[in-house]
C-alpha cells in the first residue's frame, strides 16, 4: 500500500529552528508537498519538490531525497504564527495526491 | 482569502435530511476536488473534476452525490448520512492535476446527530 508517515506533534521555541520529517512509500513519484494549515482554516501550499535538494523560500527550506523516499521542511527564526499543521503529500505515478496525517507544531515563548 | 469559497462553514443535521455543501472558485482553474478530513487523519480524496467530468470517485458511498456544472463551482449533496460522516469537508482546485498545487477552501465542518 501507500503510506506518508510524519510526526503527528513537536513543539520548538520562539526564534529556534524546527525540522518536520516525512518518509514516504509510494507507487511511482511525481513530486512532494508540503502545506500549512492552521486551525480552522484551508491548507496553504508552502512548496513543491521534485528534484533532490534542498528548496528555499524564506524562512522555509524543503529538501528531497528521492533515493531514500525522504523529505523535510525546515523553519527558521520561528514565529508564534508558525504554530500550525504542516501536510506532506507525495503525487503517485497516476498523479493523484496521497496524504501524509500531518504534523501539528506548537511554538512556545 | 485562497480564491476558493465554501458554504456553509458550518452544517449541523439529523440523519434523514438533505444537504448541500457549495464550493465556488475564481482562480480559472480546470480541475476540483472534494476532501474529506477527520482528526487525526490524512486527507481523504472523495472526487475529483477536470473540465466539469468526473475522473475520480474513491469508492465514495452513495449518500454523498456531487454535481459539478461548471468548472468554477462544485457541490457535494448528502443525504441519510450517518454519524461517522461528522468532519471537515474540504473543496480545492488546481490548474491541471500534474504538477500544480491546489488551492484549499476553509472547509465546512459537518455535524451529523
Known amino acids: 500500500g501507500q503510506n506518508i508517515d510524519q510526526p503527528t506533534e513537536m513543539t520548538a521555541t520562539e526564534g529556534a529552528i524546527v525540522q518536520i520529517n516525512c518518509t514516504y512509500q509510494t507507487s511511482g513519484f511525481n513530486g512532494l508537498f508540503w502545506y500549512q494549515q492552521h486551525a480552522g482554516e484551508a491548507p496553504t501550499f508552502l512548496s513543491y519538490n521534485v528534484l533532490d535538494g534542498l528548496e528555499e523560500k524564506g524562512r522555509f527550506s524543503s529538501f528531497l531525497s528521492r533515493s531514500k523516499g525522504y523529505s523535510y521542511l525546515l523553519l527558521k527564526e520561528l514565529q508564534m504564527k508558525d504554530s500550525a499543521s504542516y501536510l506532506c503529500a507525495v503525487k503517485d505515478s497516476n498523479y493523484q495526491l496521497i496524504w501524509g496525517a500531518g504534523t501539528k507544531l506548537i511554538i512556545k515563548p | 482569502e485562497t480564491g476558493v469559497t465554501q458554504t456553509p462553514r458550518h452544517l449541523v443535521m439529523g440523519m434523514t435530511n438533505k444537504k448541500s455543501l457549495k464550493c465556488e472558485q475564481h482562480l480559472g482553474h480546470n480541475a476540483m476536488y472534494w476532501y474529506k478530513q477527520s482528526a487525526k487523519k490524512p486527507l481523504e480524496l472523495m472526487f475529483v473534476?477536470?473540465?466539469?467530468?468526473?475522473?475520480e470517485n474513491n469508492s465514495v458511498p452513495s449518500r454523498f452525490s456531487p454535481e459539478c456544472p461548471n468548472s468554477s463551482h462544485l457541490f457535494l449533496h448528502l443525504h441519510t448520512l450517518q454519524p461517522e460522516d461528522s468532519a471537515l469537508y474540504l473543496c480545492a482546485s488546481s490548474r491541471g492535476q500534474e504538477n500544480q498545487p491546489q488551492h484549499f477552501g476553509d472547509g465546512t465542518r459537518l455535524s451529523i446527530l
Open positions: 473534476y477536470n473540465f466539469k467530468e468526473q475522473t
